[in-house]
Each structure stands twice: as structure tokens, then as C-alpha cells.
């Protein structure tokens, strides 16, 4: 068993590699992780991964079946269930059968009007109240599908994704952050060669208007941006019309 964990671990650690250096395949590695995770979880059928966002509701990540989505779809009507709980206040969260379960009621009749889910294995993947929370969820037709082997073995699955998880993000923020910088170096060349303006002084410039406007920097160099370039049909932006003056 321990050979066997082990051969799971290397291949986990593989696929999270993978998952740091795609960019438009994201969506791929994270299906990855979780058909390996119902292959290997014991009891398993199932898998999804749920995201939870204080204004942007629930929404499903990834997910090996129709099943899962629509459980992030109840959840999302009810604003609340296992996996919401999962991602928001526990590490984790059992339910051996939601014939005899008596928490998130209303969540409970819904799934079992409208699925043959029975077992619902949940793991808190990260939590962050001011962005996003998710988790890991393993689901199974079957009452008293999961055992502690199934525990222990989906907690190694939801620690490497957290891990891949984390990866994605750092990537994402990098990326957004050479976007933004360039798309206000191009504002600022604007504004330089056409008020005869320094690089510091564009950009004091741009401080100002971001102020001004209450916006963020790096939309006043947007709309400047594509003031300077409109369509056919698209008026002046009020923020060159500002600079106009």
C-alpha cells in the first residue's frame, strides 16, 4: 500500500507540473487531476471542483460528470450545501447517505429528487474570504461508499492540487501584471510624443486622470488606448477628449 501511495504521489506531483506551465489548457490539467482522483479515491464515481466567491456565487472548476455541475447548481439556488462548507469552514466534510443526512435540508431533497448521488466526500482546497474559497468533491451512487482509505487518499489529491492550484494563480498574477504594464507603457508613449512629455511625467499624468476618474491606471490607459484607435463607429472617449482640452 505504501509503494502503491507513494507511485500516486510521484504521478500527483507530475500533473501539477503540468498544470504550471499550461496557460490556455488550465481547464486540461485540472480535468487531469480529477480522473486520476476518481480512478484512485476508493468508492468514488464522480469528481468536481467548486469554487466559491463571495459575489460571484458558486461555479464548477472542472468536473468528471454532469453530476457535479449540477450539484454546484443547487448549491448556487440555495447558497449552501457540503461543498460550500467544505471550501468555506471545514477541512473536510463526510456524508455516508443523504437519504439519512439532516444537515443543508433543502440541498439534500434536491439531489436526491434529481440524482442517485447518495456519498459526498469533500475537502477544503484553499480559503480566502476576500476572494475565493474551493474544494475538492468526490461523489458515489452508493450510500457508505467512502472508508478512511478513501479519506486518507482523496486528502493527497486535494493537498497536490492546492499546490497546483497556488501555481496557476502566481502565473495568472504574473502574466495580468506584464499585460498591465505593458498596455500603460503604450499609454504613456502616447501621451509622451504628443504633448512632448518625459516618461515620469506621462505617467503622473495618467496618476492624475486615475484619480481625477476614481479608476484604476490601468483602464484609463485602456480607454486612452483605444481612443486613440477607434472603430468605424465608436465615438471619442471621454478621457481623450479630457487630455484634448
Not at 11 to 20: A, D, P, S, T
Amino acid at each position: 500500500m505504501c509503494e502503491k501511495k507513494s507511485t500516486l504521489v510521484a504521478r500527483l506531483g507530475v500533473l501539477v507540473n503540468e498544470i504550471g506551465q499550461r496557460s490556455p489548457g488550465i481547464e486540461i490539467g485540472l480535468a487531469d487531476l480529477i480522473n486520476n482522483a476518481v480512478d484512485h479515491v476508493p468508492g468514488s464515481q464522480y469528481a468536481g471542483i467548486t469554487l466559491v466567491h463571495p459575489e460571484q456565487g458558486i461555479s464548477t472548476a472542472a468536473a468528471t460528470h454532469h453530476y457535479p455541475v449540477l450539484l454546484d447548481e443547487i448549491q448556487q439556488q440555495l447558497h449552501d450545501g457540503p461543498c460550500v462548507s467544505a471550501a468555506w469552514n471545514h477541512h473536510t466534510v463526510l456524508i455516508d447517505d443523504l437519504e439519512l443526512e439532516d444537515r443543508w435540508p433543502r440541498f439534500r431533497r434536491k439531489v436526491v429528487q434529481q440524482t442517485p448521488i447518495r456519498s459526498i466526500l469533500s475537502f477544503e482546497l484553499f480559503t480566502n474570504r476576500n476572494t475565493t474559497a474551493g474544494a475538492l468533491n468526490f461523489h458515489a451512487d452508493e450510500p457508505y461508499a467512502f472508508d478512511e482509505e478513501s479519506l486518507e487518499t482523496g486528502l493527497i489529491f486535494a493537498t497536490h492540487l492546492a499546490l497546483g492550484w497556488a501555481s496557476l494563480r502566481r502565473d495568472e498574477q504574473f502574466r495580468s501584471a506584464l499585460a498591465s504594464r505593458d498596455i500603460i507603457g503604450q499609454a504613456k508613449g502616447m501621451i509622451m510624443e504628443r504633448y512632448h512629455l518625459n516618461a515620469i511625467q506621462a505617467f503622473e499624468l495618467l496618476k492624475r486622470l486615475s484619480q481625477d476618474a476614481n479608476t484604476r491606471v490601468i483602464d484609463i490607459a485602456t480607454r486612452l488606448i483605444e481612443a486613440e484607435n477607434p472603430g468605424p463607429s465608436q465615438p471619442p472617449s471621454p478621457v481623450d477628449a479630457d487630455l484634448s482640452s
